[in-house]
Each structure stands twice: as C-alpha cells, then as structure tokens.
C-alpha cells in the first residue's frame, strides 16, 4: 500500500470509524529499507549504504483529550490500550512485542519532558516482518511522529532516530546500530544513503542505475537467531576492541582501526574474535570504495562488492544460512546479475541482488524452481522501488 493509497484508502472507508467512531486526523507513514552494502558495521561506528523502499508502516490516528493511547494492529487484528500517565509502573514489560515500540516511544518522549495527550491509532503496513527489511525501525519511527503530530510537537532528525534506536535497545532488547532509523527517516528518492554511523554525518548519493535493478528476494526463514546472535556478534566486537586497546589505547571502536595496523596484531585476538573484527573493518572499506564505484558509474565494479560483502558474512561473521547462500549462488549464475548478497542481521530473511533489467525474468523463473526445489520453500520476490523517507499526511 503506497503512501497515496493509504491516505485514500482511510479517507474513504470506514475501517478507521468502525473502531474508533469518526475519521482520523493524520496518516504516518515510514518506509522500510534494504541495505545495499554496509552490514553489521553501523553498530561498529561504520559506514551502511541503504535505500528506503517502498513498503510502509502507517499510522493512522488522531488525538485525544485525556491521556489514554488506544492502538489497534489491522494485520493481526490485535488491540491494546495504556495511559501514558501509567508508564513508569513498567506494566509495558507484559504487553505485546508491537505494542511495546509505541509504549517505548512515549515513555522516552516523555522523560524528554514533551507533556503528550493520548490518540486512538491504527497500524497498518507490508513491510514484510522478520525479513531484514526493517520493519521494526519504520514502526518504532512511524510511532514516534504520529506521536509528535498528535501533540503538536517537533523534533529534528538526527535525534529521532537516536531515540529510536534506543526504544529497540531498552524496550525490545536489541542492541541495534543507528542505520534502519536514520534510513527510514533521511531516505530519497532514486538516492542511496552513504551514513557515517558515529557522526550520522550522510549524503544522499544518486544511484544512477541506468537499465539495472534492484531486487528482492525473502527466504521466507524466520529469522529465530537474529537477535541473540546480533547481540553476541557485537559483544564479539566489542571484546575485540578491547583487547586491541593495548597497542592502541585511544579507540573507542572497531571504526578507529585500519586494516593494516589490525593484521599486524590481528595474530593477538582468539580466532573467532579475529574473524569478526576482520569482517567490520574489510566491510567499511568496501563501503567507502563502493560509493566511489558508483559515483565513477561502474556498476559491476559495485556489484563484485556486493557479492564480496555476502561472503564475508557468510565465511568470517557467520550470519547467513544455507537459504541465504543458496538464493546468492542462484542469482550468481545468472548472466546479467552484477552483485548479490544477504542484508540485515542474517539467519534469514531477505537478499538484495542488482540485475539487468534483461536479466530479472530469468532470475525469477530460476529462484522459484530451483530455491523451492532444493528449500522446499517459496519464496517472496519484488523489484525495490527506492523511495522517500518518513512523512506525515493530514486527512481531509
């Protein structure tokens, strides 16, 4: 459901009224994203270049006078209520998983010192869940501005996206870099983001595809590990730069390291700390390189990146799977594909592949007959239209 058709689609009908009686006030809507190159370096202080797409979390919503927060998600036709007067009894802790995003986004607002009134909402959206495309960050960041609207109030960016990121770490338990939010927030059109995670420093850099594509492609494996594994692989990081801080005692992450003083000592780190530091820091200079491919338009130079990037994290970071490897294996044969490679926390969930315009038939026929014959699984497949960033619709 594109941004337009959501805003007509609760213009028009009744879904909003036949829950909460009357119309809705706003729609908020906030795209997911798919990581072109850049993975698992965002909580390292690195370098991600990712594109928001065309998938959305709406929230459609309006005020309400007293301080009660009224939410009903439409996919799972799930309702829950809270006041934000009662937060700090942390009675949230029981809620359920989606609900806690909006109590987690109110509950930091609100130690912000914003004063909030309550709203009745409803969620609504086909960012796919669980597939690495971020959905949960388009609903923590739709639930932040429906918030902000509902109240009137404003807030820049940069520090939106932080207390997005915090609401994943403090109320979900995920130990999330800043990318997905700052994404979905700064997302353009036509436009990769190339984003310093340390500075959150961006530029928007034209992708300049000319007959190429990208697409999409979900496993449809639930990724079940992703979030313990994501917390381990960045404590494994973090006991790296750890014991780097003996020759090196002024770094304060994995991004303050180059290559060449690392394999100087890279001997010094157990095995498995040493492969993922390695993958960060070879990943970070991929990115920078990769930017500078496609800024020289050298677009298979980008894709050798691309599949350069998925064998780091299947061989040294150790996030893929064998669904993962397979769908890249696949669309590696394929004349006209120039890179392909998993994206998000891994274990699961989706690749990003740039084909040929020429090439995207082929590529769907062959993924459907030899992923479901060898996965015993269909897949989802989509050609990514990258979009705009968050934004806020009134309706009329």
Known sequence: M??????????????????????????????????????????????????????????VARPRKDRQVTLHALDVDARYEFSLAMLCDEKWVSAPTWSKYLVGVATLLQRSDKTLCGMDAIITGDVPIGAGLSSSAALTVSSALAFLTANGLEMDKKGLATLCQRVEHEFIGVKCGI???????????DHGLFLDCRSLAHTHVPLNLGEHVIVICNTKVKRELAASEYNKRRAECEKGVGILKRWFPDISSLRDVNLTDFKNYEGELPELTQKRCRYVLEENARVQQAIDELKAGDLPAFGNLMNASHRGLRDDYKVSCKELDLLTEIAGGIAGVLGTRMTGAGF?????????????????????????????????????????????????
């Open 348 to 396: 699961g969930g989706c690749t990003v592949t740039l084909a040929h315009r020429d090439a995207v038939e082929t590529l769907r026929t062959r993924i459907m007959r030899e992923y479901v014959q060898q996965a015993g699984i269909e897949p989802e497949i989509y050609l990514c239209t990258v979009g705009d960033g968050a934004s806020v619709q009134k309706v009329s």
């Open 2 to 59: 594109t941004l337009t058709h959501a805003s007509e689609r609760f213009a028009n009908d009744r879904t909003y009224e036949n829950f909460f009686g009357g119309a809705p006030e706003f729609i908020v809507s906030a795209p997911g994203r798919v990581n072109l190159i850049g993975e698992h370096t965002d909580y390292n202080d690195g370098y991600v270049f990712p594109v928001a797409i065309d998938k959305y979390v709406h929230i």
């Open 179 to 189: 990318m997905d939010q700052t994404i979905s927030l700064f997302g353009r059109a």
